[in-house]
């Protein structure tokens, strides 16, 4: 399997979700609003990573009945990625 490029934003997606899963032991899912305001970057931007990264399966996106982005959560291979980053 090809390795999979990620961009500047991504790294820092992946980096923040490994920080915030380690600061709640890993018992609750990231808040996307929470990450929008720690990087403060452009939500559509960020939306676009979010997706990118899920469909590699770097994480799971949690989404509202209406189809928002709630919560994030890194999957195994997400961690595995993030801890090969730091």
């Known amino acids: 399997m090809a390795a ?3 961009s500047r934003l991504q ?5 923040w979700l490994q920080a915030d899963a380690q600061r709640t032991h890993g018992r609750m899912a990231s808040s996307h609003q929470d ?4 990087l403060q970057h452009d939500k559509g931007n960020l939306s676009h ?5 899920e469909r590699h399966g770097f994480l799971t996106i949690y989404r509202s009945a209406g189809g928002q982005a709630e919560a994030l959560l890194l999957t195994p291979a ?9």
């Open 4 to 6: 999979v490029r990620l």
């Open 11 to 15: 790294k820092r997606i992946l980096g």
């Open 35 to 38: 990450l929008a305001r720690s």
């Open 49 to 53: 990573s979010l997706q990118t990264l």
């Open 78 to 86: 997400g961690q595995n990625k993030a801890s090969q980053l730091a």
